[in-house]
């Protein structure tokens, strides 16, 4: 059965070949590296806003995607400082299991 009303989610999880970026209201709020399943304290992309994806074709060339990131899509968050980080190729986009939005790592 599908659900056609506003989506009204608010954690998502994008994740990429070796690391999973796990999003609250469009913020990262956690990430964790898929090989060991831990947390990463330190990482950049925490406390930034997704700013949106890009399409990597196979030619070399980025297009903005303007809707949701998507699998094959990166995503990238803008630094302060107006340097961007860009992922990977996403892979899945998913809703995490409360036990992981329990065990994010304090803001």
Do not use: W
């Amino acid at each position: 059965m599908s659900y056609d009303g506003t989506d009204r989610r608010r954690h998502r999880v994008y994740v990429t070949r070796h690391t999973e970026y796990h999003l609250r209201d469009g913020v990262c709020v956690a990430v964790r590296d898929r090989q060991t399943r831990r947390f990463k304290p330190g990482h950049l992309a925490l406390n930034l806003r997704l700013q949106g994806a890009v399409k990597l074709h196979p030619t070399g060339a980025c297009l903005p995607n303007l809707g949701e990131p998507r699998p094959g899509d990166a995503i990238f968050f803008t630094v302060r400082d107006d340097r961007q980080i860009v992922t990977s190729r996403i892979e899945a986009v998913d809703r995490p299991s409360k036990r992981d939005v329990a065990a994010y790592p304090p803001a």
